[in-house]
């Protein structure tokens, strides 16, 4: 129970100093040359400008994407790229009980101000 609680209390002290490194790296940047964006340490990514549906969808579901981590929308650190995951997942399962690859549902958006539902593509991948 004590190392468990050692473990988190330097998870949040870890976290903290990242976050606080992240700002004074920005202020210490005349006010023109602020960004709010870069890499702690030049290993570490943050992002403090506000989020955007565009930059949530792309860390969080992109399909164009090879990596299984991408930058946080907001904050310190990475974000986990769900669709990477779930085809992971499913490549190990279909490898694990030796089936066909499941049927991918696609679905695409509708534009604004349409009334239609959106379409739903079914595909073998």
């Not at 049927?103 to 593509?121: A, C, F, N, Q, Y």
């Amino acid at each position: 129970m004590r190392t468990l609680r050692g473990v988190r209390r330097l998870a949040r002290f870890t976290a903290f100093g990242l976050v606080v490194a992240a700002l004074a790296t920005e202020l210490t940047k005349p006010e023109a040359e602020r960004t709010w964006e870069g890499r702690v340490f030049g290993v570490v990514p943050y992002d403090f400008r506000p989020p955007t549906w565009q930059r949530i969808r792309d860390a969080y579901w992109n399909p164009n994407s090879e990596h299984l981590f991408s930058d946080r929308v907001f904050g310190v650190g990475w974000a986990l790229n769900l669709y990477r995951a779930k085809t992971l997942m499913e490549g190990a399962y279909s490898r694990l009980t030796g089936t066909r690859p499941a049927l991918s549902i696609r679905m695409t958006v509708r534009s604004e101000g349409s009334g239609d539902k959106p379409d739903v593509v079914i595909t073998r991948e």
